[in-house]
């Protein structure tokens, strides 16, 4: 079958047991750490009104965080205790990856299991409990012997509820470091690799439907007083761990580990210098997906080793410059900051994914809108569509104050669908990505910064500190500089918005290779 | 009355809601070694507080109890609860153990070995006249009402106690059983020698089974004797409770010819 015959198959399953088996490892110690802490607390707050009241409204206060937010605040929150534990006991941690998703996840999974272990001991006949202490228990063989086996049914939904939601939710701890069947989510969605979207939802779903089978097999076992289904559902579990334990084991850990953003162009760009990387003999590996807040601090402690950024982004994001300077300036300047950091600007790749307002090209003409300077006159009848981070980006700030700028609408878009909507009219500009290929195919126009209001953006290569003096690696990527010119990348951004064979990040930094390298 | 008593009631009360509910309010009373004393009352007349009081289920708030010479409150809740047998309103068996679970309980949590408290519970069963292979490894649900409660009495009986304190038994059970558990835990009391208080807002089953009855109304003891004693008590409730049954009986002796089924 043609459907299956699809090399993208392929690509979805070698990368099977390790997104897998991170999954999860991530999510059955998530669930550990969750229970070992709500149930004590359950339990010790089910006779005090007070305690429980606040537990109960704690935990529904942290669900109401949505689960993307939950994560992405854990990695600040560890990053800066790791630096204070590293100045006060002299040993830091990783404040990436794992760490912060098993927190973050943790919390989230304690409300069912609180508010249903609450509930269950709540719910016992008083007549049953009078009667254990009546024939002379002691309040911790009340506990033990009567109440929590009576509760069990009541608390082993809650668990498998907890479940559910902590094997779900770890689909978003991608973006924080954590490698998850999410790394197929978030990568198909930005090459619009709908393979890999529909495959790591199914992965996830049937995960999650397997652990709760598992936990409801231990659960009837335990109301029906079978020791079989216990054991069954126990072993169940047990080999679910241990199977994705195994390849975690045998796997030999890479030297080198290329970061990526969350959008396609970043993916490219990490497979072709993990590709560099290996030619020249080295192992290396990706970790994609990675929040553009995540990344730059995973490059400075360490946990990734190189990423491609943007000088502007560098600029206006992470060292909150409000000025703007012409390109050759700030490059100089943002290499003199980042030296102060120990992080080594490795150079230019060769072109700029700067933001630029686009708009369809017949449009423009009929109005006559050449430059944004044209298009101010215009805006207060038009709409505008954006990423998720653009309109609180200082650079909008700066565009609007130079140009006048007063939208009738803002819409915040997934980057991938902003062209489409723009081409078909349902917002009249964007704010795209001047190395998209998108603009070329959907007859697009870029309109002219004429009041110099965007800084410059020139892909960068960063090398961490610890990789600083690494000459194999700078010989590695050093061909890579200068090479890659924009209409090369936008044909490859192009070719890796594809549905099809092709369109792999892999595939794309192959050809990319051959069309820039020889 | 010659020997001492084995459980005394001196004075003792206990209020509810910060003192707004007298549950019971000075009430004196003594048990001797062997007697059965039902105590009789509407609800809310703190019968059952009194219970519940002697085995520290609830702390009095004044005066004295003692069982057996000492005072309650020097003793261990824990391990004074073991050896007072106490047989729940509608039985109170753990609905998730079986009925040799529920028998053996107290025995286990005094550490027995296992084998003896299997064989104790076979005996149980035999005493109390449940069908060992039939009802041993049921659980609680399965049972009906009367079975339900005898193994509530088994389990009392378990760690072989002197003292059975007893809340409405029988109260939740047709006439007919009622009346056979009556008489079946009447005839253990005799065989083994026990000390029973048994609560009741049934008069006739306390001229019935027990050998002195106690009547409470409103938190105060108002009177206590052997029927005949009651009988000849001035006070208008009481004789309002004795009413009930003299009727009754008169009434059955017009309707129902004597000698007919024997």
Not at chain 2, 24 to 47: H, M, R, T, Y
Not at chain 2, 71 to 100: K, N
């Amino acid at each position: 079958m043609s459907l299956f015959s699809d090399p993208r198959w392929h690509e979805v399953l070698t990368h099977l047991p390790d997104y897998l088996g991170n999954h999860v490892r991530v999510s059955v110690t998530a669930l550990a750490l969750g229970l070992l802490v709500s149930l004590p607390l359950a339990i010790a707050s089910r006779n005090r009104p007070l305690l429980r009241g606040a537990l109960l409204g704690l935990a529904s206060i942290v669900q109401t965080v949505p689960g993307l937010a939950l994560l992405a605040l854990f990695y600040p929150l560890l990053l800066a205790l790791a630096a204070l534990t590293l100045s006060w006991f002299g040993f830091g941690f990783s404040a990436f990856g794992f760490l912060p998703a098993v927190l973050a996840l943790a919390l989230y999974s304690m409300l069912p299991v609180l508010r249903n272990t609450i509930t269950g001991l709540r719910g016992i006949d008083p007549a049953i409990l009078e009667a254990a202490q009546g024939v002379g228990m002691t309040p911790r063989q009340s506990l033990f012997t009567v109440e929590l086996p009576l509760a069990l049914p009541v608390m082993m939904a809650g668990i498998r509820t907890a479940a559910v939601w902590v094997i779900g939710t770890a689909t978003l701890s991608t973006p924080i470091g954590q490698t998850s069947l999410g790394n197929y989510i978030f990568a198909g969605l930005q090459t619009q690799n709908w393979v890999f979207v529909l495959f790591g939802c199914a992965a996830a779903a049937l995960l999650a439907l397997a652990v709760d089978q598992l936990l409801a097999l231990i659960e009837t076992g335990v109301s029906g007083r079978s020791r079989a289904r216990i054991a069954l559902g126990g072993i169940g579990i047990a080999a679910l761990v241990a199977a994705t334990l195994a390849p975690a084991m045998t796997r030999s850990p890479s030297n080198y580990i290329v970061g990526a953003k969350t959008f396609a162009e970043q993916y490219v760009l990490s497979a072709l210098m993990a590709q560099r990387l290996r030619a020249a003999g080295l192992t290396a590996s990706t970790r994609e997906g990675l929040g553009s807040n995540v990344i730059y601090d995973a490059l400075v402690t360490g946990d990734i080793d190189v990423y491609v950024d943007y000088s502007g982004t560098l600029w206006a994001n992470q060292f909150h410059h409000s000025d703007i300077k012409p390109r050759e300036e700030l490059l100089a300047e943002l290499k003199t900051i980042l030296a102060q950091r120990k992080v080594t600007l490795l150079g230019e790749l060769g072109f700029a994914n700067a933001y630029a307002l686009v708009m369809p090209r017949t449009r423009a003409e009929a109005l006559g809108i050449h430059s944004i300077s044209d298009l101010a006159g215009h805006a207060h009848d038009m709409s505008i569509a954006a990423d998720y981070e653009f309109f609180s980006r200082p650079e909008w700030a700066g565009i609007q104050k130079a140009y006048g700028l007063a939208f009738r609408a803002q819409r915040q878009m997934q980057p991938d669908f902003m062209y489409a909507a723009v081409a078909s009219g349902e917002v009249d500009i964007i704010a795209g990505y001047t190395s998209d290929g998108l603009i070329a195919k959907y007859d697009l126009v870029v309109l002219d910064d004429d009041r110099h209001a965007i800084p410059p953006y020139d892909a960068i290569v960063l090398l961490s500190p610890k990789r600083a003096d690494d000459q194999a690696l700078r010989a590695a990527l050093t061909p890579l500089l200068g090479k890659i010119d924009i209409a090369s990348m936008r044909e490859a951004n192009l070719r890796a918005a594809g549905n099809d064979a092709n369109s792999s990040p892999a595939a794309v930094a192959r050809w990319l290779w051959e069309k820039v390298g020889k | 009355m010659q020997s001492p008593p084995l459980i005394a009631f001196a004075h003792v009360g206990k209020s509810f809601d910060g003192g707004c509910v007298r549950a019971v309010n000075d009430v004196s009373l003594e048990i001797v070694e062997g007697e059965f004393l039902a105590i009789v009352g509407g609800s809310g007349s703190g019968k059952t507080t009194l219970l519940r009081l002697a085995n520290r289920l609830i702390e009095a708030d004044s005066g004295h109890i003692t069982i057996e010479g000492a005072d309650v409150r020097e003793a261990d809740p824990i391990r004074l609860r073991r050896r007072i047998g106490y047989v729940f309103q509608s039985g109170g068996l753990f609905p998730h153990m079986s009925v040799a679970d529920n028998i053996g309980i107290t025995p286990k949590l005094l550490g027995t070995a296992a084998p003896d408290i299997s064989a104790r519970v076979d005996e149980l069963l035999e005493l109390v006249r449940l069908d060992r292979a039939q009802h041993r490894d049921r659980m609680p649900h399965e049972l009906s009402g009367g079975q339900r409660q005898r193994v509530g009495v088994a389990r009392a009986l378990a760690a072989k106690p002197r003292i059975v304190l007893m809340d409405e038994p029988f109260g939740a059970l047709d006439p007919l059983t009622r009346d056979a558990l009556g008489d079946d835990f009447r005839a253990l009391h005799n065989k083994l020698g026990l000390t029973t208080v048994m609560i009741t807002h049934d008069m006739t089953e306390a001229i019935l089974l027990a050998d002195r009855i106690a009547v409470m109304r409103a938190g105060k003891l108002l009177a206590q004797g052997t029927p005949a004693e009651l009988s000849a008590s001035g006070d208008a409730y009481v004789g309002e409770l004795l009413r009930t049954p003299r009727r009754q009986a008169e009434r059955l002796n017009v309707l129902l010819p004597r000698g007919g089924a024997a």
